[in-house]
């Protein structure tokens, strides 16, 4: 019995890593969770790696397997027995051409020169001009599209500043100091909506540095502005942060993938398992399904590796 341990940044990489690696499929060892891993802050401070381990179950040696079919991909070729050059022939000196050819060739006739041919007249050449060029008439050359001027650089209009008293100024002024330190210049506008919840939305972040990789970096930043505008408050205020549109683009991404999971358990008759989010996410996806006919929605796991998982009724 073989035991192999594999680590990478999430559990899953590091069991399709040592799949890979030994060459066999998920039934054919079994998988122990050493570590679960961590994200860390903003996913670059005090991340760790995911730590498994595979054992291979009684009957399959890879090893030996890799070995055999390398064995027989290299096989050493048989060397070529060297060819053996021949000597060559010495050539056979030229024969001298006899005194009689030398005599013809110099007594034959020097070619005639050709005549000059007649100039044409005035009139020949005018009519032959304009016979060509009413033959070969020349295509127009297609105009040339104007050059479209390049747009000048968006203007970062500051928004208007809120009261630093109430938990919009807050949140505002938080996300200013923020983004100036991180290098990025955008304006932050604050709302307050009916219920008393603030919700934020940022303009000028053309590269999505405020975004991340899958919004990890914005859910960061919305953490970190909760817990600023919370701090020693009586009355929790929930803090919304939106970049350049990207919360509705997410939602509609995930209610898409939502569906397409939900038609794959309904083929396959297995239950689906989506990667792990946060759980602002995984409400989306709980709330595109909840009126499915077919399929049920369910959360497993421990953060920050919990996920939805989608089964048939």
Do not use: C, W
């Not at 070529?80 to 051409?97: D, F, G, T, V, Y």
Request: aromatic letters at 2%; glycine letters at 6%.
């Amino acid at each position: 019995m073989k035991v192999y341990e594999y680590s990478a940044r999430t559990i899953q990489e590091a069991i399709d890593l040592g799949l890979q690696e030994l060459g066999v499929s998920i039934s054919d060892v079994t998988v122990d969770v050493l570590e679960e891993g961590s994200k860390g802050l903003f996913g670059l401070f005090g991340s760790r790696p995911a730590k498994i381990r595979l054992t291979m179950k009684e009957g399959e040696d890879t090893d030996e397997v890799a070995r055999a079919i390398l064995a027989d991909a290299i096989k050493p070729e048989e060397p070529k027995p060297l060819k053996q050059e021949k000597p060559e022939a010495p050539k056979a000196p030229k024969a001298e051409k006899p005194a009689a050819e030398k005599a013809e060739k110099a007594e034959k006739p020097a070619p005639k020169p050709r005549k000059p041919k007649a100039p044409k007249e005035e009139g020949e050449k005018q009519d032959e001009d304009e016979a060509k060029k009413e033959a070969k008439p020349k295509a127009p050359k297609p105009p040339k599209a104007p050059k479209e001027p390049k747009e000048p650089p968006k203007e970062i209009v500051p928004a208007q500043q809120a009261d630093r008293a109430t938990a919009a100024g807050r949140a505002q002024e938080f996300l200013q100091e923020l983004t100036k330190l991180m290098g990025v210049n955008v304006s932050v506008a604050v709302a307050t909506d009916e219920e008393g919840n603030v919700r934020v939305n940022m303009e000028g972040d053309t590269l999505g540095i405020l975004i991340g990789r899958r919004g990890e970096t914005l859910d960061a930043l919305q953490y970190l502005t909760s817990l600023h505008v919370n701090k020693g408050q009586n009355d929790y205020t929930r803090v919304t942060l939106d970049t350049e549109g990207y919360r509705a683009k997410r939602e509609e991404a995930l209610v898409r993938l939502a569906n397409r999971m939900a038609n794959r358990a309904q083929k396959t008759g297995r239950k689906v398992s989506l990667e792990p989010m946060n759980p602002y996410e995984r409400r989306i996806l709980h709330s595109a399904l909840q009126d499915h006919p077919a399929v049920t929605t369910h959360s497993e796991g421990e953060e920050p590796n919990r996920h939805v998982v989608i089964t048939l009724k």
